[in-house]
Nanobody
């Protein structure tokens, strides 16, 4: 069992930066691939970024590639999402999630992830 708690959301202006954190408790955090998803009002949950258990592999949605960076610190049981050059269309509730994917893969479908946090709101004003 893994419990996930996100933090770091807020209200910012277009072009600003935010860093989200996701603190994990429970056993064997370092054995899970981790991801960030987001959900805007009236829309489905959308993949943002994922990172392998070691941090050696990452994957990004095209909409955030070059602006967002996912990272993890297994010693601190924490995964991060650095968000730069924020746009109004990045406004959403951001969730972190944990997965044990097949070896060498990172998955992008929300239904494939096992554990979820409660989410943190990010609002980007124009």
């Amino acid at each position: 069992q893994v419990q996930l708690v996100e933090s770091g959301g807020g209200l910012v202006q277009t072009g600003s930066s935010l860093r989200l954190s996701c603190a994990a408790s429970g056993r064997a955090f370092s054995t899970y691939a981790m991801a960030w998803f987001r959900q805007a009002p009236g829309k489905g949950r959308e993949f943002v970024a994922a990172i392998s258990w070691s941090g050696g592999s990452t994957s990004y949605a095209d909409s955030v590639k070059g602006r967002f960076t996912i990272s993890r610190d297994n010693a601190k049981n924490t995964v991060y999402l650095q968000m730069n050059s924020l746009k109004p269309e990045d406004t959403a509730v951001y969730y972190c999630a944990a997965d044990r994917p097949p070896l060498g893969s990172l998955r992008t479908m929300a239904g494939q992830y096992i554990y979820w946090g409660q989410g943190t709101q990010v609002t980007v004003s124009s």
